[in-house]
């Protein structure tokens, strides 16, 4: 069982907007920034967003990150057939490891 | 180009080890965190191990805690994960990620390696 809370799927039809909740504890959301990385199948996963709300280089502005106390949200816009895949969220933990969500597998209809 | 290559995957029996290393290239390796995450079949990422950018921090899972060890060689700019006393659910893609942040706070892993594979079995 995952420390960060994901919902297992979301899915939504082109074009449309899609959020994905991360829920974690003041241990770790609470008081750290958080990442998300897109896991395309059969790949290493890629860096989506960083420090709770930034997109690095190449990265469209069609994905946002936002974080409120200890939930954080992804959100993709204009979804894309090529968005289909599996996206998780991380962060630092206080009690000294790195932790992940387990992850949502996005479809898009 | 920023390049993290993984080697030393394999199949091993339960009770054995392997050593897996990631050669990285393309950025100053010595200034960087660098992390072991592993997938098993599947399933979702799981963090194993962390090494901070000159090595005297380092932090593992409860899982592997005695029985891995994560180190680096920033002259060689490569990172290792040394494993014993495997299991079968150890199995799994392991990949290194390069760490990047002002303070643990802030990390993130901005380079992820292709994965290696290691499989425990009789």
């Known amino acids: 069982q995952s420390v960060l809370t994901q919902p297992p799927s979301v899915s939504a039809a082109p074009g449309q907007k899609v959020t994905i909740s991360c829920s974690g504890t003041?241990?770790?959301?609470?008081?750290?920034?958080v990442s998300w990385y897109q896991q395309l199948p059969g790949i290493a996963p890629k860096l989506l967003i960083y420090?709770?709300?930034k997109r690095p280089s190449g990265i469209p502005d069609r994905f946002s990150g936002s974080k409120s106390g200890t939930s954080a949200t992804l959100g993709i816009t204009g979804l894309q057939t090529g968005d289909e895949a599996d996206y998780y969220c991380?962060?630092?933990?206080?009690?000294?490891?790195?932790?992940f969500g387990g992850g949502t597998k996005l479809t898009v209809l | 180009e920023v390049q993290l290559l993984e080697s030393g995957g394999g199949l091993v029996q339960p009770g054995g080890s392997l050593r897996l290393s990631c050669a990285a290239s393309?950025?100053?390796?010595?200034?960087?965190?660098m992390m072991w995450v592993r997938q098993a079949p599947g399933r979702g990422l799981e963090w194993v191990s962390i090494?901070?950018?000159?090595?005297?921090?380092?932090y593992y899972t409860d899982s592997v805690k005695g029985r891995f060890t994560i180190s680096r060689d920033n002259s060689e700019n490569t990172l290792y994960l040394h494993m014993n006393t495997l299991r079968a659910e150890d199995t799994a893609v392991y990949y290194c990620?390069?760490?990047?942040?002002?303070?643990?706070?802030?990390?993130?892993?901005?380079?992820w390696g292709q994965g290696a594979l290691v499989t425990v079995s009789s």
């Open positions: 420090e709770n709300d």
């Open positions: 990620a390069k760490g990047r942040g002002a303070t643990w706070s802030h990390l993130h892993f901005d380079y």
């Open positions: 090494i901070s950018d000159t090595g005297d921090k380092k």
């Open positions: 991380g962060t630092w933990d206080g009690r000294l490891i790195v932790v």
């Open positions: 003041s241990s770790n959301i609470g008081n750290n920034y």
């Open positions: 393309g950025f100053m390796f010595g200034y960087s965190a």
